[in-house]
């Protein structure tokens, strides 16, 4: 199991500042991401194979949260402050790795997810009211 990692002290107001912008779009957690590799030098390491496979491996983290714990209700009743907050590093990380995955891969992730719903629209409809 991966250890717990602590934001330093020194960048905790960045972080609230960051965290206060709500309404951040795809594109800036891409921009993001993309800075955060350059700086790092981890570009080399970011070819969509590699992606996949850390995005598979954050998936599986993830499942290990729901594990064992049956069907588990909207807004997750019973679930700890600890546990909300680790589900949403891990829901983050998932996130992440699929949008640096889909800019290697020269998808536009948020064109393609308006495009399925509109399919998936045509394939499920809804049902008429009063039907």
């Not at 969509?48 to 594990?67: K, T, W």
């Amino acid at each position: 199991m991966e250890s717990e990692t602590k934001v330093p002290a020194a960048m905790e107001e960045e972080v609230k500042k960051e965290v206060v912008a709500v309404d951040v779009s795809l594109k800036q957690l891409s921009k993001k991401l993309d800075d955060f590799a350059k700086e790092r030098d981890w570009e080399q390491y970011h070819k969509p194979r590699n992606l996949l496979l850390a995005m598979i491996g954050e998936v599986g983290e993830l499942s290990e949260l729901f594990m064992w714990k049956g069907e588990v209700p909207k807004g997750l009743p019973g679930w700890g402050e600890a546990e909300k907050e680790h589900l949403g590093e891990e829901l983050s990380d998932v996130l992440l790795y699929l949008i640096r995955l889909s800019d290697m891969c020269g998808v536009d992730l948020g064109d393609a997810a308006i495009r399925k719903i509109a399919k998936n629209a045509v394939k499920y409809p809804a049902p008429s009211k009063g039907a």
